[in-house]
């Protein structure tokens, strides 16, 4: 069976090399750059090794392709394309909208849609189906599903095999095959009624990590206010042994979906005249602890940073990773910026970002850690400045939260 996979970035191309050990998989991306480089066989996605992705280039199992007619004879097609913020912080469906369209025009029999990318509910009934079928013809009628995505990258203990995944069909076939095509690769395959369940259980997920990190970022300010440790007290409430998850604080909180996705579910929320007061205020919150962290580093340097080479490490939104989207590294810049400290930062894992690069770790003033790589030894950390600020509370003997 041929199969084929629209976007293959960190979701699609991670389904794309389970799939194609059972299926021939097309994968279709907009962009000439990354389609290059993975018929090259080389991965740019942490968590695909670029060794397996080679074989089944090689086996001719995965083909990577911006063209839309390369998708026309397949029989399933996922969708793994963005769905950001527009600049108003409001969902942006423009990628979901041009990913049905080269759907639409190419796919000429009919075959089972299931969408991967994250949105409202509702999106997959009344956004996907209808979008599709603006630019199909009227003699092909597809099968429409839902399976949101959970993939973390850089996690090594969770992957698309030992994951449950949600699922549902607008139609009980086109729930079936949903089933039969996850199971090939996937242990734990959990149906829910309606497509809606299954599209708002993945926002309230990833809401539920975003107010418990709003959460513990306000606690860590209240802990410092009242002069004891926030680590040492998150600890030792999590030595209760029910009802209680630890999460930790941060410069604020990275990544394209912790951070995106709430906005979705207080966006359809509101538009149903019902209140997302929780969700709004712990995006704020965490927007915020860039600006405290800044002013932390100011009190423990005289009230001014004018003119101090201040370094930032770690700009990927989380360890080991690179990438950077919403990143907290980005507002902790700018406000430092703002107070007329001059900033670099280090960061091997991003080596470039926003036109600049990564600067050695060495000769600061003052160091900020926002995101702790492995790979950089902390000694190197602490020996870049002598003031050293740790928000990840990962580095001993800096200053921190
Ligand atoms: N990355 C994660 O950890 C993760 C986890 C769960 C869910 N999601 C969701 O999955 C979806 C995809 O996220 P991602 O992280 O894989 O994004 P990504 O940016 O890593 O990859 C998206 C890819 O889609 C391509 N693309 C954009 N528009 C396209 C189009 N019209 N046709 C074909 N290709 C197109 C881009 O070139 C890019 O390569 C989003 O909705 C995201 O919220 C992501």
């Given at each position: ?11 699609g ?72 913020l ?15 369209k080269?759907?639409g ?10 969408n ?8 997959l ?24 995505e ?32 996850y ?155 703002s ?12 080596g470039?970002?926003r ?47």
């Amino acid at each position: 069976m041929k199969i084929a996979i629209i976007g293959q970035g960190y979701v699609g191309l991670t389904i794309s090399s389970f799939a194609a050990e059972f299926f021939e998989v097309v994968g279709f991306d907009s962009n000439p750059k990354i389609v290059e480089q993975l018929n090259l066989g080389q991965s740019h996605i942490e968590g695909v090794d670029s060794l397996i992705l080679s074989r089944w280039v090689k086996s001719g199992r995965y083909t990577a392709t911006t063209a839309g007619s390369d998708i026309n004879d397949c029989e399933i097609v996922i969708i793994a394309v963005p769905t950001p913020l527009t600049e108003n912080r409001q969902p942006d469906l423009t990628y979901l909208e041009s990913a049905c369209k080269t759907i639409g025009e190419n796919l000429k029999m009919s075959a089972l849609v299931i969408n991967e990318s994250t949105s409202f509910p509702g999106t997959l009934r009344n956004f996907i189906k209808p979008a599709i079928e603006k630019y199909s013809s009227p003699q092909v009628d597809h099968l429409y599903a839902i399976s949101p995505e959970r993939v973390d990258p850089g996690r090594t203990d969770f992957n698309q095999k030992n994951t449950p995944r949600l699922y549902s069909g607008l139609t009980a076939e086109a729930s079936v095959r949903t089933k039969e095509f996850y199971a090939k690769f996937c242990d734990n395959l959990i149906e829910v009624s309606s497509p809606e369940v299954a599209e708002a259980a993945k926002l309230f997920e990833n809401t539920f990590r975003q107010v418990n990190i709003a959460l513990v970022n306000e606690f860590a300010q209240i802990a410092h206010a009242l002069g004891i440790s926030v680590y040492e007290t998150l600890d030792a409430a999590n030595t209760k042994p029910y009802g209680f998850m630890k999460f930790n604080p941060s410069a604020g909180v990275g990544g394209h979906c912790i951070p995106v996705d709430p906005t979705y579910l207080a966006a359809v929320a509101e538009e149903h005249g019902a209140p997302a007061t929780f969700i709004r205020r712990a995006n704020e919150v965490n927007l915020e602890m860039s600006e405290y962290i800044v002013r932390r580093v100011i009190e423990d340097n005289g009230g001014n940073l004018q003119g101090k080479n201040v370094l930032v490490v770690g700009v990927a939104y989380k360890p080991n990773v690179a990438d950077v989207r919403e990143t907290a590294a980005e507002l902790v810049i700018q406000h430092l910026r703002s107070q007329g400290a001059v900033v670099s930062w280090h960061d091997e894992v991003v080596g470039n970002w926003r036109g600049e690069s990564s600067a050695p770790l060495q000769g600061a003033d003052i160091t900020v850690i926002v995101t702790k790589h492995d790979s950089v030894d902390e000694k190197k950390i602490l020996a870049s400045a002598p003031y050293v600020f740790d928000t990840t509370g990962k580095v001993k003997g800096a200053k921190g939260l």
